[in-house]
């Protein structure tokens, strides 16, 4: 098992920047996909981005060039740094976690259900 818990969410201006975090605990997050969600009321929530344990990251194409995603295997910890937010950023931000054999694997899961483990979200708000 897997336990995932996010912070650093928040509200701000169009233009600025948050960084969210998520620390996984239970095992080791090495040899797993950690991917970030993100989900609007009637929404399907969607993957904005996914990191495996060797630093390989994958963005969607809203998000690339303004997202960053990074991880720290020896914390457990993800970050997401999140620059030039737009108000259509405005979501609840879910982390997730997946076993995965390979970065090449990792880069491929895009669907909620293809990720076994997820956190309680923090809710991220840009104003314009």
Avoid: H
């Amino acid at each position: 098992q897997v336990q995932l818990v996010e912070s650093g969410g928040g509200s701000v201006q169009a233009g600025g920047s948050l960084r969210v975090s998520c620390a996984a605990s239970g095992r080791t997050i090495s040899r797993n996909c950690m991917g970030w969600f993100r989900q609007t009321a009637g929404e399907e929530r969607e993957r904005v981005a996914a990191v495996y344990s060797d630093g390989s990251t994958s963005y969607a194409d809203s998000v690339r060039g303004r997202f960053t995603l990074s991880i720290d295997n020896a914390k457990n910890t993800v970050y997401l740094q999140m620059n030039s937010l737009k108000p259509e950023d405005t979501a609840m931000y879910y982390c997730a976690a997946s076993f995965a054999p390979s970065s090449w694997q990792c880069e491929r899961k895009r669907q909620r259900a293809e990720f076994a483990y997820w956190g309680q979200g923090t809710q991220v708000t840009i104003s314009s």
